[in-house]
């Protein structure tokens, strides 16, 4: 069965960092690849960053480009955002989501929609805030 598994968000001050990671389990992370997506309260759940199955296409939201860093380990089915220079801006549940890279969308070449990917974590808070 496959699972996503989001960690490492909390409560930061803005100008501070966190790193979220994302936890596969029930299948081989590397065949897919990973969109993390972030929703905030009364807001419409948007594309942050994606990275490819190998790692060599990587794209980010205008909003967290230069601030943000998409990674992966496939050896340890494991993802990646690091997060710098948070705003209160940024805060949101973020969600890791993985699917086979069979269009532009998924191949990381342009911008996802949440609808392209198919296999979804639970999410993980980050609070932005003084």
């Known amino acids: ?19 979220l990671s994302c936890q596969a389990s029930g299948f ?16 419409e759940r948007e594309g942050v960053s994606c990275i490819s199955s190998t790692g060599g296409t990587t ?3 205008d909003s967290v480009q230069g601030r943000f ?3 992966r380990d496939n050896a340890k089915n494991q993802a990646y955002l690091q997060m710098n220079s ?22 990381c070449i342009v911008p996802a929609r949440p609808s392209d990917f198919g296999s979804w974590g639970q999410g993980t808070q980050v609070t932005v805030s003084s």
Not at 86 to 107: F, I, M, N, R, W
């Open 69 to 71: 860093t998409i990674s």
């Open 86 to 107: 948070l705003k209160p801006e940024d805060t949101a549940v973020y969600y890791c989501a993985a699917e086979p890279g069979h269009t532009l969308q998924t191949s």
């Open 28 to 43: 081989t992370l590397a065949a897919y690849s990973i969109g993390w997506f972030r929703q905030a309260p009364g807001k």
């Open 1 to 19: 069965q496959l699972q996503l598994v989001e960690s490492g968000g909390g409560l930061v001050q803005p100008g501070g960092s966190l790193r």
């Open 59 to 61: 794209n980010y939201a």
